[in-house]
Every structure is written in C-alpha cells, then in structure tokens.
C-alpha cells in the first residue's frame, strides 16, 4: 500500500479508506468491509449511510447501498484490511456523480422566455434606426470639415443607439436581487438570469414529504393482518405506556420482528443509527438494539440474526430482509413497501376483502402507509443458498401480516404560504411520490386542493383503462363522468398510471390538465414530465422541492427551489434551509422576482429613451449647425445617469404582499413602448416650444461653429458655446433624470419610491444641479457644462480642482460664443488664416495687428440696441441679415 494524491488515482485502482470524516476521492465499489458515509452534502439525505460489499453469488448485482461517491464524508470504515474497508475506483474526476453534478451546474439547462426572446428584434429596431441616422450623418448635406468627425460621430451614434449599459443594467439589477435574496432571505441563487422569470410564475409545483410537511416521520400505529382478517389498529403512541412497552406487550409477534428487523439502519461506534429517517424512526420506536449482524430485543431475551438485507428498489417500490427467529429452527422473509405493491406481491388469499377501502381510508387521513408481508423458508438453509436466491424467488408467496402507520406532520406555515400564492394569482399543485389519497388529504389541509369541491381520482381499472372515481364514495367501483357539467367544479387527482396514460395519448389530458391538482405515486421521471407539460402549455412553471429525486423537476422548471442545504440542490437555480425549509421562502422569491423584473423593464425603457431621444436630439443639432454639447454633459449623462442613477433604480425593495396580477414581461407590448415613447415626445415637444422661444428674442444669433468662426474639428467640445447647446443640455438632463425617477415609482411590485433613499438623493442632486446651472449668473461650475457661461468665467472654470483632469479640452478656455462672427468676418477680410481661433495667448481677443486697425472692445451682445449698432458700423455688413452671417439654428 502506498499514498496517492486523488489526482493520481485512476480507474480499477484498490482503495484503503480511511474513517474519522474523510472525504472520499472518487467513486467506488466496496468491495471487502463496510462503510459508514455523510451524503448529506451530495443527495440531501440527512441520516449518514452504510455502504456494504457486493456480495458473492451468481445473483449479485451492484447497488447504490455497494458504491460509494467521491466528495462524501467517510465517518467509520471497518473491515479485513487493517480494520478498514477496500473499495475499487470506478469514476475520478468529472465522470464522478459529484463531477456531473458540477458540469449541470456549469451548463445548466436552458430555458425560453418572452423576456429574452424579444430582446433580438429590440436590438433589430434599434439597428435600423441607427442605420437611418448613419445614412443621414454621411450624406452630403451634412459639413463636419473633416471625414475624421464625422467618423467619430457616427462612432458615437452608434454607442447611444446601441447602448452597452442596456444588457448591463439588467444583469445589475439581477445581481442586486441576488445578493439581498442571500442577504435577507438566505435564499442561495446560483443563475440570477432566472429570477425575473421567477417573477412570472404561473404554476408551482410542489413535492410533499419534506417540501410541504416535516422531513421526518413518525411511527403512529400498527394494523396487524391475521387469517386475511384486519385486527384492531395498536396505536404505539399512548399516555399511560412507553412505545417499546406497546411494541413488546401488544404487537404480534411477527409485526414486532418486522419493526425491529426490516430495515438497513446500522449503528456507529458511538451507538448513533444511520439510515432512512422513515426506518430509523421505525427502530427507535421498536426499541430493539443493533448488535453487529443481531438484533436484540429491550429485554435482552431475543435475539435475531440478520441473514441477509434486501435494499429499497424504486421499480419494485419495496425492501425487506432474512432473519433467522431466536429458536433458530425457523428463517423468515420479511418485505415492507407501498401497501399497492405489497398487495400485489401478496398471496390473495392473505389479503383481507377491506384491504382497499381501509388502507385508502388511511391515506386520506394523511398517514404514510406501509404494508408488510412475510413468508417462511427452511431452517436448514444456508448462507450461500440464501445469497444465491433471486430477490424475485424471495418475495415470492409472501403472506400479508399487516400495515404500519406513519405520521408526516405539516410545516406549520405551509397553509399561510398556499394562501400568499392564491392572492397571487399563481397556482400550486402537488406531485409527490406517496400515495394519491395522502396527497388530496395533505392537498386539503395546506388549501391547494379545495375543501369545498369533490377531488375526482383518476386511475387504471384492471384492464388497464382510464376510470375516474370519486374518493369519498363508499363504492370505490363506481365511476364518474369528469365532463359532466355537475362535476365542472370538480378538481382532479391522478395516480402514475393515469398520468402516464393521459400523457401517451393526450387527447383527454388537453381537456382536463388545467384541474389537475394531485399527481400521486410519481418517481423522478414522472416530475420531469409533469413539468414539462405545463411548460407546454405557455405556462411558466416553478417547482418546489426538498433537493433528493426532485432534482430532474427542479433543474426541468424555468423556477427551481431546492429545500435543501446539499449539494445536489446546486442544480436549482435557487436553494435555502431557511426557518426549518419553511414554504414562504417561495412567497419571498416570488415577491423578489417580480420586483427584479418590475425593475429590468424600468433600465429596459430607460436606455431605449436614451437610445432614441439622446441620438434623434444630437443628429438634430448636428444638421443645423454641427453643434455639440460638453464633455462633462456626456460624463454626467453617462456615469452620473447611466450608472448612477441607474444603479439606484435597482434598490427598490419589493411590495411585501403578492399582487394579484404578474408584471409584464414584453419589451414590445403596448405598457413598455408607452413608457418609451411618452417622456421622448414630451421632452421633444418641450425643447421645441423652448427652441422656438429662444429665437423670438431680439439678442438671439444663430452660428455655426465650423463655418462661422472656424472651431477646428478636433476642438469638438468647443461646439456647444452657443445659445442653442444649452437647451440641448437642460432637455436632455432633465429628460433623462426624470424617465429614470418617474421608472422606480413602484406600486403593486416595488415599495413607493420615497423608500428607496439612494435614488431620492440623487434625484435631487440633479434638480439642485440644473436649477442653478439655469438661474445662476456666470460662474466656472456653470462653464463646466457650458450653460451661462462667459469668457471670464470659463477661463476660471481651469482652475476649478480636478475638473480639469477628466476633460478632453475646452475647460479653462474661451468662451467662443456667437459674438465671434463679428471679429472672424474682419479676420476673413484681412486674410486671416480660417484656421486661427483665439485662445488664452491672446486674452481671448482677436489678433494684436487687427485690434491696431480695428481698436474697439469685444462687443458686447447684450442688448439689440448694442449689437444692431456694431454690425451697422463694420465695413461690408450694412444690409446683411443675421441668418446671412450665420448658420441656420437648430
């Protein structure tokens, strides 16, 4: 024997394991000694596990109870070899059940969603508009002076049309979902992507045993079978007798060896018993002891040897066990399983004529029902002939001896969330592997099926064909008709069979799915298939479970919630163990994922009105003057908006009941492009009257930038010193600001908006911020922008801290307003490069040799009076209109 890293280990390789809580390396077969393992982590399971070798017979076959999987705990490991077990790899790495596990967590399944399917065709809008305003940027009537700004204005419109930030914002306010859901509801997320849809749940299923009631079970009663003749129901729990007094004073003697022996509960060093909950709850209540292979009575006066163990099997839907009985002249077969199954397998003549009614009757009492059945086989039989024995030759001619009763107490909260889930408008059913009568029972009691209409049961009659019947008739043999408009109130329950039916051949399942409430006896599959037909329906369905054979169902839903802290939860896209698994953890992921999405479709109609407003305002003023705006106003537009004040929107908490109605989830319906269209328009039609006031005004002068007074193509920012830029800011900002506050106003998903603190600060940092920029005189915060601004006053914008650092040029220098038109028309004149443009070296004013022929001031266009008289005095401009000297204005 040597040590190895776990990387090293390859298949067919011999194992020592270790105990004491190691963690095994890969998967295995044991092969020599047994294994006591913690796969809690891996399947859910609570109760740690023995692994037992493949036994030596021509029979034998590999189980789940001879392999061990890699990433479990190991906690005693006895055996032959240094007192430890020997194992044989058969899976390392990825190819290991914990390997797969992983790779569907890495590649989980996908899921439609009008939500994502209708994001290519917004982008597909948003194209074809771009290619509009491209072809309009390029065209020939459109002078930037150069082909490189133009380049870089079709660069920029392509930016704003195609917003990167769009995808972005939602996957923030994803995120934010997520990380409160871990936060406040540790509730785990593993693809954020699902919880909007999470908030569009239409059905949700849910699992039973664990999900809607407790984990565990309780042994209630034991209902001995005698001569094909029911006894008197033995209840084990009583006031006045412990249940080992009960067990050992009142129960049969064959009943009582099936309690204390028909079962794979184990002990541990330590005397703990490991195994299934439903059959250590069985042990506990016997109060029999495991000695090793024996099995002695409280007493001490019994004792029974364990021969050989038959593990639970999902197809037969049973486990059992051989023991030899304390006169050691009798070996008898003792098999537990569902009480259908062990009818069936049963010798008619030791199964009682009420066996039917009263086991159903049980069910609906909401007992979990076991039937027990024995056989006896020669005392002188061996060890190996038992080995060597088919588990099909040992439950064969097996006599009924009784039912055993458990009790599944519900979540006390289950009803309450139920309930949340009708005000909700989302409908729950219940798909569980027990028994359809427990199911409608259970059903009844958390209010998913209706305790004031029949619950019709759907099942196989004997030759194998649809029949339904009413549960709470006496005569089981009478069927109903479920179209019959008397029964049109009626709910529906169907057992495995039915469904399986129904779905094979789907005619009379497209008539009756919608009042399908109880799915009875389903396995794995089964769940998968029940999810996946609602899905068929345009449904969009979650499912509820406790993370062990709900797996396939949670992984199948568009909305899984594993009730479980384990591992092979991690193929849901959510998981919690929140207050006892408590069912209102699905109420609070529900209430998340309608604000999330209430929240998405907001920064959804947000960048779209960025995208088409911002684009058709800038294309606009560049047509009629080539005119731009700051590089602040794009900084603030884009950090202190775009991801700011977005970021805000995100912080909205949801309402803290569910709505009775579900969020739309179209970018294309009538809701969303109203709230797209409405703030585009108004704001449109706002700078129009604005525009339109502003050249009313005497003062006003038109100008463009690049042929007026020759601002150079690279000195774009100096584009927006003009009195048209300037409503150009104010309309975009306060647009912007406004369709990104008015978004998070909440209602019926998202609290009211004065909650959400963060965006009320930046909101009114905003208005704050555009209110002083239009009433305050000149200032250098004002120049920052370009809004008031004059010369002195930009060139002290330079040394405002830091400003500076992030501006691409123009803060600190001239002021190139439309009073420049003047000057640059006498530059043209005295053969002036077109090129030259003032600057700081010339204190802002015009060449030093013009000011010597022309010495008067810079005018001042403040008043009509002064501006009429200087262009009325300069040579060649007498008769000249403005629109003459200028550019058009936008």
Not at 74 to 94: D, R
Not at 285 to 313: A, N
Not at 545 to 554: H, M, V
Not at 801 to 827: D, H, N, R
Request: some cysteine; glycine content about 8%.
């Amino acid at each position: 024997w040597k040590h190895v890293e776990a990387a090293d280990i390859v298949l067919g390789d011999v194992l020592c394991i270790d105990g004491g809580s190691s963690k095994l390396p890969c998967d295995g077969i044991v092969v020599q000694g047994s294994l006591v393992v913690d796969e809690s982590m891996l399947t859910g399971e609570p109760m740690p596990i023995q692994k037992m070798p493949v036994e030596r017979s021509v029979n034998a076959s590999i189980t789940k109870k001879n392999t061990a999987y890699a990433g479990t705990l190991c906690l005693e490991s006895t055996g032959p070899k240094e007192g430890k077990a020997l194992m044989i790899a058969t899976a390392v790495g990825a190819l290991t059940t914990r390997g797969q596990l992983v790779r569907m967590v890495l590649f989980p399944t996908s899921v439609r969603f009008k939500y994502n399917d209708q994001m290519p065709t917004v982008y597909f809008i948003l194209s074809m508009y771009l290619m509009i305003l491209c072809a309009i940027i390029v065209s020939p009537a459109i002078q930037m002076a150069s082909w490189i700004a133009t380049y870089l204005t079709v660069l920029a419109t392509v930016a704003m049309c195609l917003n990167p930030m769009l995808p972005v914002s939602m996957v923030m306010g994803q995120s934010v979902t997520a990380r409160r859901l871990e936060k406040t509801h540790k509730i785990g997320c593993l693809q954020p992507a699902r919880i909007p849809i999470a908030g569009k749940i239409s059905t949700m299923v849910f699992d039973k045993t664990g999900t809607i009631t407790q984990d565990g079970m309780d042994l209630d009663a034991v209902v001995p079978v005698d001569s094909a003749e029911f006894r008197s129901k033995i209840d084990l729990v009583a006031q006045d007798r412990s249940s080992q007094e009960v067990v050992e004073q009142s129960v049969p003697e064959n009943m009582r060896y099936a309690l204390a022996t028909c079962h794979t509960v184990t002990t541990v060093s330590d005397g703990t018993l490991v195994g299934n909950l439903v059959e250590v709850s069985m042990v506990q209540t016997s109060g029999w002891h495991i000695k090793g292979e024996d099995i002695v009575s409280p007493s001490g006066q019994e004792r029974v040897q364990v021969l050989k163990k038959l593990d639970f099997d999902h197809c037969r839907m049973t486990s059992g066990v051989v023991i030899r009985t304390p006169n050691k002249n009798e070996v008898k077969v003792f098999v537990k399983g569902s009480y259908e199954r062990i009818s069936d397998i049963s010798i008619s003549d030791s199964v009682p004529a009420s066996y039917n009614v009263l086991t159903q009757q049980y069910a609906k009492g909401g007992y979990y029902v076991l039937g027990v059945a024995t056989k006896s086989l020669p005392g002188t039989v061996t060890e190996q002939e038992l080995a060597d024995m088919s588990r099909n030759t040992l439950e064969d001619g097996l006599s009924l001896c009784g039912l055993l009763l458990f009790r599944n107490e519900m979540k006390p909260d289950s009803p309450d969330a139920i309930i949340e889930l009708k005000k909700g408008s989302i409908r729950s059913v219940i798909c569980t592997g027990d028994n359809v009568h427990t199911g409608i029972s259970i059903g009844k009691q958390c209010r998913i099926v209706s305790q004031h209409h029949p619950c019709l049961l759907g099942e196989l009659d004997k030759s194998g064909n649809l029949r339904w019947v009413d549960p709470n008739d006496e005569d089981t043999t009478k069927s109903v008709d479920v179209h019959d408009p008397a029964n049109s109130g009626a709910q529906l329950a169907v057992t495995q069979g039915a469904w399986r039916l129904m779905l094979r051949e789907g005619l009379e399942l497209e008539k009756i799915w919608t009042r399908l409430v109880v799915f009875g006896r389903m396995k794995p599959e089964d769940k998968i298939n029940v999810v996946k037909y609602l899905q068929s329906q345009n449904l969009v369905v979650g499912m509820c479970g406790d993370g062990g054979n709900d797996c396939g169902g949670l992984r199948a839903a568009h909305a899984g919630l594993a009730l479980s802290d384990a591992e092979a939860s991690m193929v849901a896209p959510f998981s919690t163990a929140r207050d006892g698994k408590s069912l209102m953890t699905v109420v609070d992921l529900i209430r998340e994922g309608r604000a999330c999405l209430a929240t998405n479709i907001a920064t959804f109609q947000y960048f779209v009105t960025y995208s088409f407003f911002l684009t058709t305002v800038r294309t606009v003023y560049t047509i009629n003057g080539a005119l731009n705006f700051a590089d602040y106003v794009w900084i603030v537009m884009d950090v202190g908006i775009g991801i700011i004040m977005v970021y805000t929107m995100t912080q909205s908490l949801p309402t803290k009941t569910l709505a009775d109605y579900r969020p739309t989830a179209t970018l294309l319906g009538p809701r969303t492009i109203s709230g797209i269209l409405f703030p585009c328009l108004t704001a449109l039609l706002a700078m129009f009257v604005a525009e339109a006031l502003l050249w009313s005004k005497p003062w006003y002068i038109q100008l463009d930038p690049i042929f007026d007074i020759h601002v150079r193509p690279q000195d774009w920012n100096l584009r927006g010193d003009n009195y048209d830029s300037p409503i150009g800011v104010i309309g975009l900002l306060l647009c912007l600001s406004n369709t990104a506050y008015i978004n998070t106003y909440g209602g019926r998903f998202r609290r009211n908006i004065l909650r959400n603190w963060k965006i009320n600060i930046v909101y009114l940092v905003f208005l704050f911020g555009l209110g002083f920029a239009l009433l305050s005189p000149p200032n250098p915060w004002n120049c920052i922008i370009r809004v008031n601004c004059d010369t002195p006053e930009s060139l002290a914008a330079g040394h405002v801290p830091v400003v500076g650092a992030f501006s691409t040029g123009g803060i600190g220098g001239c002021f190139l307003g439309p009073q420049l038109i003047l000057w640059q028309y006498e530059m043209d004149k005295a053969g002036y490069d077109t090129g030259y443009l003032i600057g700081r070296t010339s204190a802002c004013h015009h060449p030093s040799t013009l000011m010597m022929s022309h010495p008067w001031p810079v005018p001042k266009f403040h008043n009509s009076d002064a501006r009429d008289q200087t262009i009325a005095t300069q040579p060649n401009f007498a008769g000249r209109s403005l629109s003459s000297i200028s550019a058009t204005s936008c």
